[in-house]
C-alpha cells in the first residue's frame, strides 16, 4: 500500500524559506515520478517540481533556481527545499507520486497517489 505524508509547513515572511518533507511508502524513489503540487485557494492544482525516477529533477519556471528537491534514500523521505519564499507561493503543497512517463510529469492526472497536503502561507 502506498502512503505519503507531507509535513514541514507553516506560515512565514517572505524572502525566509521552508523545507518540506514527503514520507514514503510502498515505492521506491527510482522506480517512480515523486513530484510536488500546490494549489492556492480559488486555483487549480499547479506543477512546482518532480525527481524523475530518481535520476532527474524538473521545476517550474516561477519556481526554478529558489526550490530544490533531494531525497534520503534510507529514509524513503523527498524533501522540498524551498528558499526565498514569496506571497505568490501561498498554497497547499502536495506530494504526489506515479509511474509517469517523461511527456506528463507535470500533469496532476498522471500521479495515482497523492498525500494530504501542507500548508505554505508567505506574507509579505
Known amino acids: 500500500q502506498v502512503q505519503l505524508v507531507e509535513s514541514g509547513g507553516g506560515l512565514v515572511q517572505a524572502g525566509a524559506s521552508l523545507r518540506l518533507s514527503c514520507a514514503a511508502s510502498?515505492?521506491?524513489?527510482?522506480?517512480?515520478?515523486v513530484g510536488w503540487f500546490r494549489q492556492a485557494p480559488g486555483k487549480e492544482r499547479e506543477f512546482v517540481a518532480v525527481s524523475f525516477r530518481g535520476t532527474h529533477t524538473y521545476y517550474a519556471d516561477s519556481v526554478k533556481g529558489r526550490f530544490g528537491i533531494d531525497a534520503d534514500n534510507v529514509k524513503n523521505t523527498m524533501y522540498l527545499q524551498m528558499d526565498t519564499l514569496k506571497p505568490e507561493d501561498t498554497g497547499v503543497y502536495y506530494c504526489?507520486?506515479?509511474?509517469?512517463?517523461?511527456?506528463?510529469?507535470?500533469?496532476?492526472?498522471?500521479?495515482?497517489?497523492w498525500g494530504q497536503g501542507t500548508q505554505v502561507t508567505v506574507s509579505s
Open positions: 504526489a507520486a506515479g509511474r509517469a512517463i517523461l511527456s506528463s510529469i507535470r500533469n496532476p492526472d498522471a500521479y495515482g497517489y
Open positions: 510502498g515505492i521506491t524513489f527510482r522506480n517512480y515520478a
